[in-house]
């Protein structure tokens, strides 16, 4: 059998350049003795990906079985993780127990490898208490990204010797001489680019990619603004104009397929311009389309916005509706792909943030222990009054499922959040608290249909700034969006309280939160986000198109509940909204009268009654000339017709 040394050399002789420390240490996965995680971290261009690609091919050269997963196209939660890996393992849809058992299985040494790990946050308290713990000795992980792990994986005692961190640093000068020389730079040249990058490997390959004349009037700087100087020199250099337009267009989504690229460039053969794009060296090709290099699309694109700003958002509504008509007819286990990339599209920050973090944590979030509970009892005595201090102790004593903690460096605890869905506790419990007693009411006066679902956020506290905005707070709302995905689609009302609203008043109503009057008690203020029948999905949506100015002839104005119809406004009742809701968010499918029954009204079909008909007549009578939009399918239920054409507002 090779030994490692054998291997590296082997590796030495293809593209793969440098590394070898970084490559011993990650090979010590292949040992018994060796640690079970290991999380492999550096800034963007760093050689992350390269590295990962170069230990596989020496892992399965001795024999072992890689799994490598893109958590681009994987949706963050428990399912999500879960069907990726059962497809990867050819095993069927099942527990973590057993799709862990089935991991073990399919080989003696099994590896599996999350690549782009920094957008899986959401997951990572998950994987380490859960997950991982259950998984048979023969299996590793790596979890590869841009930020440093969260504190918790190296205080966890449990953990120690089997937990690893390996930052990814700068290449060695004579690496990136080597890197340079492979690309055809060589002599005073590739000294000069090696200085200015700094062995940076992103940036030398864009260096080596633009001409002569450009590289020498660059200096030395910091690897990022160097990556976007030569990402700029790049796209300067490309002389054909069809490329040219190609890679700006592309820049402005997360990635790069055929129907997108038709949306984007009209005028264009899409499968030439794909083409074109995956000629460019920092471009990489999956099941789910192109992927730009992250730093090197950021940086296409904050130059196309800074030169061209109509342009840049011409592409970005172009892109929203392509994706609006993909989504109408996607699988529901390909919702997830167009979600993020809705998603990248937003440039609303306080939601980016929400979902896909881009700094590391110094807090990690995780099911409360009962031994947190008096760290929890005593945070609530520093921050809330006799009275209402009485009712969380209360939550804790009975319901302490409902409570997450947010720990620091140390494991200790730092805050906590209150949440849960009200089907799912005490009715009592919530009825002897006066604010989810006003929002049971709310529920009460205006009932959810039977397959959709609230959450009830009761209340969250910093030990050290209360409720007020912070670093625990802002990791307490992260997870908090982790839940909105576990629920979707079935997702529909989210209530929270909050007794200072100033500082939370202009983001809340940005993302579509609304005062409730009524849920007032003892000087609290609680809002209410209905994320409408499409869920979480419907809302992300309709945050693009407000954010973008993109109406699809707006027959529906979510926010106003109301029909727009040539400019005139026509208000909806309830039940008028929700069917057209229902019906908008499928464009051009046939609804059955059961589907609207189960989503707009609390009923399951029976075949009997003309509730829906007498709402359909009703909403045709107010669209007027435009009636004919929602049409009958007879046998089966209606069908809302997509217009020919589709409008912007400036």
């Not at 050269?61 to 399912?79: F, H, K, M, N, S």
């Not at 590391?360 to 209402?388: C, F, K, S, W």
Request: hydrophobic share 40%; proline share 5%.
């Amino acid at each position: 059998m090779p030994q490692v040394r054998d291997l590296l050399d082997r590796q030495a002789s293809g593209s793969f350049v440098g590394r070898s420390e970084e490559l011993c240490s990650l090979c010590e996965l292949l040992a018994d003795e060796g640690p079970v995680v290991v999380h492999l971290h550096g800034i963007a261009g760093i050689g992350k990906s390269r590295l990962l690609g170069a230990f596989v091919q020496v892992a399965r050269a001795e024999g072992a079985t890689l799994v490598r997963l893109d958590c681009r196209g994987i949706e963050p939660t428990e399912a999500g993780l879960l069907k990726e890996l059962a497809t990867a393992s050819g095993s069927m849809i099942g527990s973590a127990e057993e799709i862990a058992a089935r991991l073990g299985r399919v080989g003696t040494r099994v590896i599996v490898a999350l690549d782009t790990y920094e957008v899986f946050r959401l997951m990572d308290t998950w994987l380490r208490q859960a997950f991982l713990p259950i998984l048979p000795d023969n299996v590793r992980f790596i979890l590869c990204g841009r930020e440093a792990p969260v504190t918790a994986w190296l205080s966890d005692p449990g953990w120690h010797g089997l937990f690893r961190s390996i930052r990814l640093e700068s290449m060695e000068r004579h690496d990136a001489a080597e890197l340079l020389s492979r690309a055809g730079v060589a002599g005073e040249d590739a000294k000069h680019l090696a200085a200015i990058c700094h062995g940076h490997p992103l940036a030398l390959t864009l260096a080596a990619s633009v001409r002569h004349t450009e590289r020498i009037a660059l200096t030395a700087g910091m690897a990022q603004r160097v990556v976007e100087e030569f990402s700029r020199l790049f796209l300067n250099d490309v002389t054909d104009p069809q490329t040219r337009r190609a890679l700006e267009a592309a820049s402005v989504v997360r990635r790069v397929t055929l129907p997108i690229l038709s949306g984007l460039l009209p005028d264009a053969s899409p499968q030439d311009a794909q083409e074109r794009i995956r000629a460019l060296p920092f471009v990489q090709p999956d099941r789910d389309g192109l992927h730009i290099h992250d730093a090197v699309r950021e940086a296409i694109a904050a130059t196309l916005r800074a030169e061209n700003p109509q342009q840049y958002r011409s592409y970005r509504r172009s892109a929203y509706r392509c994706l609006m008509t993909e989504l109408r007819g996607a699988h529901a286990s390909d919702l997830w792909r167009y979600t993020a990339d809705l998603l990248y599209l937003l440039e609303n920050p306080v939601v980016r943030e929400a979902f896909f973090p881009s700094t590391g944590h110094e807090y990690a979030v995780e099911p409360a222990r009962a031994e947190d509970g008096q760290a929890i009892l005593d945070i609530v005595d520093d921050h809330e009054n006799a009275v209402t201090a009485r009712y969380l102790q209360r939550w804790w004593s009975e319901a302490p499922e409902t409570f997450a903690v947010t720990r620091d460096r140390n494991g200790s605890v730092a805050g906590f959040y209150c949440i849960f869905d009200p089907s799912s506790v005490s009715a009592r419990l919530c009825r002897e608290d006066p604010i989810t007693r006003a929002w049971l009411d709310h529920l009460n006066r205006q009932p959810l249909p039977r397959q959709q679902r609230a959450l009830f956020l009761r209340r969250w506290l910093s030990a050290q700034d209360g409720e007020a905005p912070s670093p625990v707070q802002a990791a307490c709302w992260v997870d908090v969006k982790r839940k909105y995905l576990e629920l979707r689609p079935h997702l529909r009302r989210v209530y929270m309280t909050v007794r200072d609203l100033e500082p939370y008043a202009a983001v809340a109503l940005n993302l579509g939160f609304r005062p409730l009057v009524e849920a007032g008690a003892d000087g609290w203020h609680s809002a209410l986000l209905d994320l409408g029948p499409s869920s979480v999905d419907g809302w992300l949506a309709r945050l693009v198109a407000s954010e973008l100015g993109v109406e699809e002839d707006s027959l529906l104005d979510c926010a106003a509940r109301e029909l727009v119809v040539n400019g005139s406004r026509v208000g909806l009742t309830r039940l008028e909204f929700g069917v057209m809701e229902f019906l908008q968010r499928r464009t051009g499918e046939a609804v059955p009268r059961s589907a609207l029954l189960a989503s707009v009204w609390e009923q399951n079909y029976d075949g009997g009654g003309n509730v829906v008909d007498v709402v359909i007549r009703s909403l045709r009578k107010k669209l007027g000339e435009k009636a004919s939009l929602i049409q009958t399918v007879h046998g089966v239920g209606y069908r809302l017709r997509q217009e020919d054409t589709l409008t912007n507002r400036s």
